[in-house]
Each structure stands twice: as C-alpha cells, then as structure tokens.
C-alpha cells in the first residue's frame, strides 16, 4: 500500500527543529551564519540565492551575499 507523503509539513517540522537550535545557539551568543559567492549575473543563480537568504532569515541565520563580476579570475575568487 502506498504511502502519501507531505513535503510541506515535512520541511515546516525540520524549519521549526532548526529555528528551536538557531534560538540557543544564539542565546548562548553564537550566530550562525551562510555566505553566498555569486560571480556573473545567472538569473536562475540570483532567484536560488535570494531564496537561501530568505530561507535564512527565516530561522534567524545570517546571511551575506558577496556577488562578483563575470571577468573575476578564479585567483579573485579565491581571494574572496
């Protein structure tokens, strides 16, 4: 027999677990954090890091885009 499984309430859960960690590490004075490197102008790259940022904010993480020039040289951005 199948199983019918819900996403939604499978990530709202994860999302909830997760902000309930975020809260004590925070309380405790450690904040996490995500930073995002996007070199060049890729609408599809811009769309998926806007919603990591959101998706952080969400549950309190910070988080910090650094974007980049289509002519960065991987020497650049490894330097970044």
Do not use: H
Not at 10 to 32: N, W
Request: net charge negative.
């Amino acid at each position: 027999m199948a199983q019918r499984i819900d996403g939604k309430a499978i990530s709202d859960k994860i999302r909830q677990d997760l902000k309930g960690e975020i809260d004590q590490l925070t309380a405790l004075g450690v904040t996490p954090g995500l930073a995002v490197i996007l070199v060049g102008d890729d609408p599809a790259s811009q769309v998926y890091v806007r919603n990591k940022g959101r998706a952080c904010e969400a549950v309190g993480i910070r988080s910090q885009e650094i974007r980049l020039s289509v002519e960065t040289t991987e020497a650049g951005l490894l330097a970044e």
